[in-house]
């Protein structure tokens, strides 16, 4: 006993849009502008961080003897070390991201261009 498989009958029929729906923000925004400006600022300050920390972390000792030269030592710390090393690569991340918003705000277009490309 075999049964015939047939495929259901559609006559609903599915119409399309008029219009699209409307996109979310869009990449090019020329407020990208002040967003790349705060954080020049923003690496300004990590850099200065990071050489204050650096130095903190590298010391310098000097022990007097007498009829010979000073013996000299050099103590690192780590933590201070590590707080610059940390700053620093946050300084980069955010000026690679400086690069990013600067394009995005530069490759800006009225939005009467974008239209007429499509």
Do not use: C, F
């Amino acid at each position: 006993m075999t049964e015939a498989v047939t495929e259901p009958e559609s006559d609903t029929v599915v119409e399309e849009p008029e219009q699209a729906p409307p996109a979310g923000p869009s990449l090019h925004q020329p407020q990208r502008w002040l967003i790349a400006a705060g954080e020049v600022v923003v690496i300004v300050v990590l850099v200065i961080v990071a050489v204050w920390a650096w130095n903190r972390g590298v010391v310098r000792l000097e022990y007097p003897i007498e009829g010979r030269e000073p013996l000299i030592s050099t103590r690192y710390h780590g933590n201070w070390l590590g707080t610059a090393a940390g700053a620093l690569t946050l300084a980069v991340v955010l000026a690679l991201d400086v690069v990013r918003q600067v394009l995005l705000a530069v490759r800006t277009r009225p939005q009467k261009a974008a239209d007429s490309d499509m």
